[in-house]
């Protein structure tokens, strides 16, 4: 009686190492095939923070630790006696923000008539330079001829140097060669033969505005514009063959698309035309007019020229806590304002 022969399973193993090598090169395949060790996810997963502690520590330096410096000089009566050690100068508490908030002493009073030039100044330079720079983006969206050289003129103002710019303007007013009065006056013949003092008494405040105006539009022109880049044409289109107008695509189309944009814009300008110091400083010097006393150059004179260090840090620190509130309420309000839009 025969059987049948066995069917075994073919030898795949021919041609395969054995034994402990065998074993330990699967391992190691298995090791490399699999999740990275731990040492070397925690190295990645640090590597970016790690880029990042440059940055941080450079703001630590440049700006941190003197606004800390700032504030602990506030509670000093750091004057010219102590400049060589501000450590040593006396601990004064909250006299020196009681001194500047009162308005019924000079200090006080001074302080609050800069912190109103500057709130008008503020509310007109921002207003217009929004307003002439949303026209512009506007007019810059139809396709005409020399468009892209006329949006390259607009920028120039934005391009140039800020101190450059300033003083070119600063020579611009001067009263008896200023280009300023050499047009209005001796060619247009408005306000007379005599000359116009620009830059002293009232019209300074006129002339720092020109040049605020001048410098900030572009920025606005420019974020404007690149938000209109993202509004389909086919809404304007649809709009013209309803009937509406240029106004009317304006109002319901143009200013509600940029609308998240114009309020990041608007703050902006608001923080850099209220804190700044470069303009007055270079338009009029150390001592500018009671007109143009903005509030960043009132400080400098009450740090610098009376060398009380103590009072101008606790300007800077009131000064810091408006534009804080400001801009916290402000961003409360639109905030809700867009979640009030959305849910309608």
Avoid at 273 to 289: C, H, I
Wanted: hydrophobic share 50%; glycine share 8%.
């Amino acid at each position: 009686m025969t059987t049948a022969p066995t069917a075994f399973p073919p030898d795949t193993t021919q041609g395969r190492p054995h034994g402990p090598a065998a074993r330990t090169r699967r391992s190691g395949r298995t090791r490399r095939s699999g999740r990275p060790p731990r040492a070397g996810r925690l190295r990645r997963g640090a590597l970016p923070y790690l880029l990042l502690l440059p940055a941080l520590l450079l703001e630590l330096l440049i700006h941190l630790v003197p606004m800390v410096m700032g504030i602990l000089m506030s509670f000093r009566e750091l004057t010219q006696f102590f400049i060589r050690d501000w450590s040593r100068a006396p601990w004064t508490g909250f006299d020196n923000y009681a001194l500047a908030v009162d308005v019924n002493r000079p200090v006080g009073e001074a302080l609050l008539g800069s912190f109103l030039t500057t709130c008008l100044f503020t509310l007109l330079s921002v207003g217009l330079c929004w307003l002439l720079g949303t026209a512009a983006a506007v007019f810059m969206q139809e396709t005409f001829r020399g468009r892209g050289v006329l949006r390259a003129l607009f920028l120039v103002p934005y391009a140039l140097p800020a101190y450059a710019a300033v003083i070119t303007w600063a020579f611009m007013f001067q009263r008896d060669n200023g280009l300023v009065n050499h047009v209005l006056h001796d060619q247009l013949g408005l306000g007379g033969a005599e000359h116009t003092f620009w830059l002293l008494g009232d019209n300074s405040f006129w002339a720092l505005l020109t040049v605020s105006v001048w410098k900030g539009w572009p920025f606005a022109f420019l974020i404007v514009m690149a938000a209109l880049q993202n509004i389909p044409k086919d809404l304007y289109e649809a709009a013209a063959l309803d009937g509406a107008g240029i106004w009317q695509q304006i109002r319901r189309i143009t200013l509600p698309s940029v609308g998240a944009v114009n309020q990041v814009l608007v703050l902006v300008l608001f923080l850099w035309t209220f804190n700044d110091f470069n303009t007055p400083f270079v338009l009029f010097g150390k001592a500018a007019p009671e007109a143009a006393d903005l509030i960043s150059v009132h400080i400098y004179q009450s740090s610098f020229v009376t060398w009380n260090f103590g009072a101008g840090s606790a300007m800077s620190v009131l000064l810091l806590l408006f534009l804080l509130l400001v801009t916290a309420g402000y961003l409360l309000l639109t905030t809700r304002g867009r979640k009030d839009s959305d849910a309608r």
